[in-house]
Nanobody, 121 residues
């Protein structure tokens, strides 16, 4: 079972920035499609951004132009650079692998504890 550890969250004011990190063992991050997800209080978990093993990225509309997903294969670490943060971005952020099944992608591993991001107005 893959182990993913998220970090980098915190409390910042609207308009500020944070960089989240997702660390994994071995070559998990480098060889897999990866994604960042978030879950706000009382809401379902939602996909924020994804990156393929080839480096192609995709973003949810609500973060497009503000967030950047990236990967450092040497460190086996996934990043999410978050700029121009809004109070609506407040949530627990998670990373996970993505697997292809029946024509679509799904989270491929066990969800970790995530990292809390809180944006004040």
């Amino acid at each position: 079972q893959v182990q993913l550890v998220e970090s980098g969250g915190g409390l910042v004011q609207a308009g500020g920035s944070l960089r989240l990190s997702c660390a994994a063992s071995g070559t998990i991050i480098s060889i897999n499609h990866m994604g960042w997800y978030r879950q706000a209080p009382g809401k379902q978990r939602e996909r924020v951004a994804t990156i393929t093993s080839d480096g192609n990225t995709n973003y949810a509309d609500f973060v497009k132009g503000r967030f950047t997903i990236a990967r450092d294969n040497a460190k086996n670490t996934l990043y999410l650079q978050m700029n121009s943060l809004k109070p609506e971005d407040t949530a627990v952020y998670y990373c996970n692998t993505r697997i292809y099944l029946r024509g679509t992608y799904y989270p491929g591993g066990t969800w970790g504890q995530g990292t809390q991001v809180t944006i004040s107005s």
